[in-house]
């Protein structure tokens, strides 16, 4: 068959593809990801993310949920925080908390029209 499976993405590849970017926050720079997807299936099957509509309710999301999930180590892709830092997080500025929670929609691909809007991407 001759198959060049050099052209297809590896397992690892594919687990840490996510689009990332640093943001200015918390007095320094963080590394953020895209919202992860099953966070995004979350609010979906909680009724925040109307799947008909693409209609979000925006003021039932935890933006510092958000911005636990979406800041990430830039050596292992993983999350830096846990859900026992929630309350921790939770008290640091919003205004860090915003600024991550936006460039992680952003990445996902709400951009600031959409997000206005109340919908998700396609």
Excluded: H
Excluded at 22 to 49: H, W
Excluded at 58 to 79: G, N
Aim: charged letters at 25%; hydrophobic letters at 40%; aromatic letters at 8%.
């Amino acid at each position: 068959m001759g198959n060049n499976t050099s052209r297809y993405l590896s397992r690892e590849a594919i687990l840490t593809g996510f689009k990332t970017r640093d943001v200015e926050a918390f007095n320094g720079t963080v590394l953020v990801r895209e919202v992860p997807a099953d966070l995004i299936q979350q609010l979906m099957d909680k009724g925040f993310i109307n799947p008909d509509t693409r209609e979000i309710d925006l003021s039932k999301i935890s933006f510092v949920e958000l911005a636990a999930r979406c800041i990430v180590d830039p050596q292992t892709y993983e999350p830096l925080f846990t859900r026992d830092d929630l309350d921790a997080l939770g008290q640091a500025g919003f205004g860090s908390i915003q600024r991550v929670a936006t460039a992680a929609m952003q990445l996902t691909g709400w951009a600031p029209e959409q997000r206005q809007e109340g919908q998700v991407p396609n």
